[in-house]
């Protein structure tokens, strides 16, 4: 039976329904979405399109040589007498102790008395000094008769009037003579030589001699007490020691000890002087390790005209090498990732790469790349947080 045409195109009308629904679902399973523009690409590589918003926010600068201080050391110290400058006063000879003549802290001339001392030595150098004066005198008068002897016998064996055995004797007394003088002043020199060392003049009389003063300084230390007798002639008196310079012992890591040589200048500061500084020289750095502490003991000395520095003053030396050259990075275009130091170098416009690098400390606003960066490159200085944003939702 012929269909009727209201039905007809209702059938008409589902079947171009059903193709079209049929090619609908063909082009969503088999089509491809058009690709945009891409922000990033496999990698530490990131692109910025050119003309983009976000590259106007970056600002690129090529790393230029900076001057660092890479070597700085300070350590702890304090001030000590300088070996050099410290003496002790001692006995000249044995015996009992008359007087001190100086006090503590008293300043002290080189060759001043400081100690009077009663000893019979003074006495019997004296003797032995009067002694050799007289002995002198004995064998010049016994050489002036014997001078006078040979020239008249020489005269009356001119005339036969002696054998030449005689005036063979009388030259071999002449020589001996002589010889007994040449001895007589040779122990005259000594026992004077003897007195120039107790300090005492030749004929004085009494016992009393001094110890003296060794140099000129500050008396620091007195061992010695009226009535004592001393036979000991190694002994300290007292300790006199030159202050006009001093020396500052620190003590240094030995993982600084590098850095220091002696001879080169450091700078000194106490605490007793609070904003000052004092210049300084290195004079001996110690062989061996405190194995308690990991420090090297290093001193230095330091000019001290006024006296404004003491013994056992606390302070520190603090010591800077010169500046090298090493590429400088701003602080704002290095960031901290995994335990790394990163920057972002240009490759070419829009193009940045994260780079690792090794930077030292800070100094003001920059940091000096110890690896991982030379001189010219082009690095991200401003914007770096906006790459890393990028680079973490690629």
Known sequence: MPARPGLKAMLIGCILLAGCG??????????????????????????????SPKLDRIRVEPVAIGYFVLAEVTAPGEVEVDPNRISHALMPVMGRIRQVLVRLGDTVTEGQPVVAIESPEAAAALAADRQAQAQIRQAKSGLLKLQRDVTRIHELNEHGAVALKEVQAVENDSVQAQANLDEAQAAAEAAQQRLKTLGLEPGQSGSTVFARAPISGKVMEIAVASGEYRNDTSASLMTIADLHTVWMSALVPETKIRYIDVGEA?????????????????????????????????????????????????????????????PAVPVSAVIQTDDRSVVYVEERPGVFRKRTVTTGERQNDLLPAMSGLSAGERIVVDGVMLLRTEAAVR
């Not at 399973?29 to 523009?37: Q, S, T």
């Not at 496999?42 to 050119?50: C, L, M, N, R």
């Not at 420090?295 to 230095?300: L, N, S």
């Open 22 to 51: 049929e090619k609908g679902r063909v082009e969503a399973a088999g089509a491809v979405p058009k690709a945009g523009p891409q922000s990033a690409v496999p990698g530490d590589s990131i692109t910025v399109p050119v003309g």
């Open 266 to 326: 450091v700078r000194a500061e106490f605490s007793a002087y609070p904003g000052e500084v004092f210049r300084a020289r290195v004079m001996r750095i110690a062989d061996t390790v405190d194995p308690q502490t990991r420090t090297i003991k290093v001193e230095a000395e330091i000019p001290n005209p006024a006296g404004r520095l003491r013994p056992a003053m606390f302070g520190q030396i603090h010591h800077v090498h010169d500046p090298v050259p090493k």
